[in-house]
């Protein structure tokens, strides 16, 4: 089973494992891309919604890889219904990768290279370069924004 992103979609992805979206998805796409997603649905691709405590646990997973300002409530919501179903996610968004691998989920990537590695990002203060491993607004130290700093 296949957990499909707007990217599968965008890029006229198939396959003929059963296949799974969320109603978000739908409301990201337009014109065309949006009737595939239509024509998915009416030949027997399954609409899902994640159940609450499978979203937190994506939210929590998020928040400790670094990734959770990147990911869209539509994209927690995808890994959430992933993680549910034991499906494999098939998106191209980086993101959402690091998610799915730090919870040991299956992806496959559609147009781009996936992911080599899990990351767990670290935050560097623009102001006086100090590291934090969690995002906040601004440095507690000086009050500089801080930016996403790979941390190899």
Request: hydrophobic share 40%; with cysteine.
């Given at each position: ?5 707007s990217s ?102 559609i147009a ?24 906040k607004e ?15």
């Open positions: 089973m296949q957990v499909l992103d599968a979609f965008i890029h006229e992805y198939t396959t003929d494992d059963d296949v799974v979206s969320i109603p978000a998805v739908h409301d990201e796409l337009t014109g065309e891309v949006a009737l595939r997603f239509d024509a998915m649905e009416g030949s027997g691709m399954t609409v899902h919604v994640p159940a609450p405590e499978a979203v937190d646990r994506v939210r929590r997973a998020a928040k400790g890889s670094g990734d959770a300002a990147e990911l869209s409530d539509t994209d927690v919501r995808l890994i959430a219904t992933a993680l549910e179903l034991h499906a494999t996610l098939v998106t191209d968004d980086y993101a959402m990768q690091n998610v799915a691998e730090r919870l040991d989920l299956p992806v496959e990537a781009r290279d996936g992911i080599s590695e899990e990351r767990e990002w670290r935050f560097q203060c623009v102001g006086c370069n100090r590291t934090f491993d969690e995002n601004r440095c507690p130290i000086c009050g500089s924004d801080l930016t996403r700093k790979n941390p190899a």
